[in-house]
Structures are given as C-alpha cells and as structure tokens.
C-alpha cells in the first residue's frame, strides 16, 4: 500500500491584530473589512456558516502573514458562511461567502476581493468604490481612514429587529413564539426579513416546551 503525503494548505492574510486597535473605533465591528491581500474570506462567529468542508484538516493548514510568518491551526473549520449585506438601494441581500476560514481568535471578519471575483464578482475601487455581485445586485465600499469596508444588515439598520437576519429561532422570540412553520413563509410576503438558519423547530424553545 503506498502512502500518501499530507497535503498542506497556505491562506495569505494582513495582521488583523494591528488593525483592531486601529480600526476599533473607526469600523463597526460587525461590518466585513474589505482584504485585497486577504486569499480567502474569514469569520469569527460558527453560527455564521451553513456548512463546513469535511475534508478541511486545521492542523495542515498555515495561515502566512504579510511579514512572511506561517501559523497552523489558526483556522479551525472551512465552509460556506452567510452574511447580510446592505446593497446600494438600501435592502438587506443574504450573500454566501463560499470556502470562508472559521478563526474565533480573529478580531473581525474579512471579505477577500480575490475569492469573490474567483467566483464572478466585480470589484471596482474606483468611481464610487463598488462591489458587483455576478448577478448584477451592488453593494457599496465604505472608506474610512484609508480602509474598506461592506456594512451589514445588524449594523445599519441596528435599531430595527424586524429589518435584520436573524436565524429562525430569533424571529420565533421576536414575533412572539409564533410556530416555525408558518415564520418560514414570512420572508416571501414581508418586506425586508431574511432568514439565515432554517433548521430550528419547536422543540428547541424552552418556553415553548413549558
């Protein structure tokens, strides 16, 4: 039988440890900090992904640094992870970041330009600083002090639950422990709500149960 290698997988990031204490005051943390050096995207929250790549072994893959140093283990699971983004009318558009890196020990979340237009978007940093999804949907740069950023749905419209993605057991406590079923037909008659998690039923409510 012959043996086979382990493979080793590399992902090129900036050093988001400096940019926290730069930018803490400056992003809102839970907007997505644009990375044209960044090779894949990165989330910090797991409740963010849909699923996860079986074949994703943590401890073979490096992720190397602008300074050139190279750390296994950082990245803990890779799959598809949704956000909520605001486009440029204003609505909130649920965007799947495909191949995204699960690091908790990351300050903030990272959109890489060169995944996204690995996979059909359009990134122009130039006359008004737009992302363009292949499906033709625009979303807005933001800039400030020099860094880019997408906002999402939780920052820009922080003041109004029913304008927000939620998964489905938040919206079953936000409308009032209605049953699941009928929250997940919602989204198709009401304006602006977006469900990110549909997995959820009644018996993982423990008021209901009592």
């Known amino acids: 039988m012959k043996k086979v290698a382990n493979t080793k997988e590399n992902t090129f990031a900036f050093k988001t440890e400096d940019y926290y204490y730069y930018t803490r005051n400056l992003i809102p943390h839970t907007n997505?900090?644009?990375?044209?050096?960044?090779?894949?995207?990165?989330i910090t929250d797991t409740k963010k992904f849909k699923n996860f790549d079986p074949t994703f072994r943590s401890e073979n893959h490096y992720m190397e640094l602008a300074d050139g140093t190279k750390t296994s283990g950082l990245a803990l699971k890779r799959g598809d992870a949704e956000v909520c983004l605001l486009d440029n009318n204003g609505n909130s558009i649920m965007t799947t970041l495909k191949g995204a890196l699960l690091i908790p020990s990351y300050p903030r979340d990272i959109f890489s330009v060169k995944t996204a237009t690995q996979n059909g978007a359009t990134v122009i940093f130039e006359d008004g600083n737009i992302l363009k999804h292949k499906n033709g949907t625009k979303f807005k740069i933001h800039v400030r002090n020099r860094l880019y950023f997408l906002k999402t749905m939780e920052e820009g419209n922080a003041e109004d639950s029913?304008?927000?993605?939620?998964?489905?057991?938040?919206?079953?406590?936000?409308?009032?422990?209605?049953?699941?079923?009928?929250?997940?037909?919602?989204?198709?008659?009401?304006?602006?709500?977006?469900?990110k998690n549909k997995t959820a039923n009644n018996k993982d409510c423990n008021v209901c149960i009592q």
């Open 32 to 42: 997505l900090l644009v990375g044209a050096g960044a090779t894949s995207h990165i």
């Open 162 to 195: 029913c304008h927000q993605c939620h998964d489905i057991h938040m919206w079953h406590k936000i409308l009032g422990h209605c049953n699941y079923d009928d929250i997940t037909k919602l989204p198709d008659v009401v304006e602006g709500m977006k469900i």
